[in-house]
């Protein structure tokens, strides 16, 4: 089969599309033809050994993706052959056909294509962990997004508005800003061309914001967190802009503030039931027609640069995802 391979820690422009050799299953696993898979801020890290978590050379990137069952091992349970699934595989995605555990599969809903199943899962659940465990996000709240146009910014905006909060969506660009409004955001600032904190304040009466989302950091962190309410939660999803900010300490303390990091992923793998609920949550938003997962940004395995550019260079408006060629 086909895929994306990393063959040493580099530039994006290293990696190759090539043939790769899949074995049949493992007894808990299906195979899963996979037809788009979700690209991720954190796939760009990791191919260039920045991330975290550091596989084994050489290796097939990718987390989330959408596809059909062609293969069931022995002890799976609750899918079939020629089920259509959403799967995280956490590796391999990024490829024609992947083995992936039964208890890391979601029925797809009939609602979504698979562009939109594949880009699903990461940012998804990442905004909706960030906002109901860790913010504990009220209706009636005020939430800025950061980088507002990007793809956790773009999930954060429509969910943020499901749960009933006033949304100011902050982007670099008035045509991204024009997207974010399009998406339901309430207010918006360019922070490119306006005082950050100050703008908040202006359009919270001078209150603060009740939970800042910052998946840019930067510059722009601090200049957020001087404008948060009293007792405002401070949400760090990520470091798009590239540089991890220093925020003053007496900050947090003068605002009663908190700063929750948010790690999906390392609290799924520890509450895999939590993380399991929180999904089906998302599906029934899906399939009650209260949330249209956005995909905007497709391109062909073989294109893979341009997909990282877009996320790289913060040029993309909503979901970055890879579609497979069958061949």
């Known amino acids: 089969m086909r895929a994306l391979v990393c063959e040493a820690f580099g530039p994006i ?13 493992q007894p808990h696993e299906v195979q899963l033809e996979v037809h788009a898979a979700g690209v991720n801020f954190p796939d760009g890290l990791m191919v260039q050994g920045k991330y975290q ?13 959408a596809g059909i069952i062609r293969e069931v091992g022995d002890a799976v349970k609750g899918f079939k052959v020629g089920d259509r699934v959403i799967a995280m595989p956490g590796l ?17 809903p009939a609602e979504l294509d698979f562009p939109q199943a594949a880009g699903f899962c990461i940012t998804y659940a990442t905004s909706y962990y960030a906002f109901k465990q860790r913010a504990r996000l009220q209706p009636g709240e005020t939430l800025v997004v950061l980088g507002a146009a990007g793809g956790v910014g ?45 703008r908040i304040r202006e359009l ?4 603060g914001a009740d939970v800042i989302y910052d998946p840019v950091g930067g510059e722009f962190t601090e200049q957020a ?24 300490l007496n900050l947090p303390l003068l605002k009663a503030g908190d700063i929750l990091g948010i790690y999906w992923g390392g609290w799924a793998a520890r509450d895999p039931k939590g993380n399991m609920q929180n999904f089906s949550e998302l599906l029934g938003f899906v399939r009650e027609g209260r949330l249209q997962p956005l995909t905007t940004e497709v391109y062909d395995l073989d294109d893979f640069s341009e997909a990282f550019s877009a996320i790289g260079e913060r ?10 060629n069958k061949r």
């Open 53 to 65: 978590v550091k596989p084994e050379l050489p290796f097939v990137a990718g987390g989330e993706c």
């Open 315 to 324: 040029r993309a408006r909503g979901k970055v995802v890879l579609t497979m």
């Open 225 to 248: 967190y001087r404008s948060i309410a009293w007792g405002g939660r401070y949400l760090v999803i990520g470091f798009a802009a590239g540089d991890i900010p220093n925020l003053p």
């Open 13 to 25: 422009d290293n990696l190759k599309v090539r043939e790769w050799p899949l074995d049949s299953p």
């Open 92 to 108: 391999a995605a990024f490829a024609e056909s992947v083995n992936v555990d039964h208890k890391l599969l979601m029925p797809m």
């Open 154 to 198: 773009v999930t954060a905006i429509q969910l943020g508005k499901l749960m009933g909060a006033r949304v100011i969506a902050c982007a670099s660009t008035d045509e991204k800003l024009a997207f974010c409004r399009d998406l339901g955001a309430d207010e918006t600032i360019n922070y490119n061309r306006e005082n950050l904190k100050d």
């Open 204 to 207: 919270t009466d001078g209150k």
